[in-house]
T-cell receptor
Framework: SQTIHQWPATLVQPVGSPLSLECTVE??????LYWYRQAAGRGLQLLFY??????ISSEVPQNLSASRPQDRQFILSSKKLLLSDSGFYLC?????????????FGNGTRLTVT | AQKITQTQPGMFVQEKEAVTLDCTYD???????LFWYKQPSSGEMIFLIY??????QNATEGRYSLNFQKARKSANLVISASQLGDSAMYFC???????????????FGIGTKLQVIP
């Protein structure tokens, strides 16, 4: 069966520090991968999605970046965090080309930038 | 323009009653799909139901049904016989196929907070 791992679960970082959140998927190959951010009490904002290694599409221009160095690994990074980067970050995957397959989410990372 | 619009920030429903959560969408892609997710206070995202743009019948999954009106571009979630455990945030989402190449973008609405009253 397929599983998705996302870590860390919580993170407190000072303004200006770097960020690296990692997400890995097991039990499937060539998944579509997604990073979302949810501000407190708000909806999910799509940040990045990827259909393959090295193929990243950005939805929101900001100081975040994403990389997909391996087929089932998706990394969200920042060189210098801003206060506005605080939020709940969710990684998700779904099989490529299967219309009715839902997104499968990780447990999320609660990031607080101080 | 918003791709997914959920106009109800919060809803109350009496236990055992039915409730409808609204969702409208905007796309020019003829092939798309609509999802509903539930997010309890724990933060996990729970998939509830799916409706494809070419599906002839409204989707149903247990107490959940999707009232799909394609011409009006609406995909409302109906929860029958509400339970206290249904209290949560509910998100409508849309998958667009973006023509080719396996790109399947999924965007979410801002959600509706449902509270079930005993």
């Amino acid at each position: 069966s397929q599983t998705i791992h996302q870590w860390p679960a919580t993170l407190v970082q000072p303004v200006g520090s770097p960020l690296s959140l990692e997400c890995t998927v097991e039990g499937t190959s060539n998944p579509n991968l997604y990073w979302y951010r949810q501000a407190a009490g708000r909806g999910l904002q799509l940040l990045f999605y990827s259909v393959g290694i090295g193929q990243i599409s950005s939805e929101v221009p900001q100081n975040l970046s994403a990389s997909r160095p391996q087929d089932r690994q998706f990394i969200l990074s920042s060189k210098k965090l801003l206060l506005s980067d605080s939020g709940f970050y969710l990684c998700a995957w779904r099989p490529t080309g299967t219309g009715n397959s839902p997104l499968h989410f990780g447990n999320g990372t609660r990031l607080t930038v101080t | 323009a918003q791709k997914i619009t959920q106009t109800q920030p919060g809803m109350f429903v009496q236990e055992k009653e039915a409730v409808t959560l609204d969702c409208t969408y905007d796309t020019s892609d003829p092939s798309y799909g609509l999802f509903w997710y539930k997010q309890p206070s724990s933060g996990e995202m729970i998939f509830l139901i799916y409706q494809g743009s070419y599906d002839q019948q409204n989707a149903t999954e247990g107490r959940y049904s999707l009232n799909f009106q394609k011409a009006r571009k609406s995909a409302n979630l109906v929860i029958s016989a509400s339970q206290l455990g249904d209290s949560a945030m509910y998100f409508c989402a849309m998958r667009e196929d973006l023509n080719s190449g396996g790109y399947q973008k999924v965007t979410f609405g801002i959600g509706t907070k449902l509270q079930v009253i005993p």
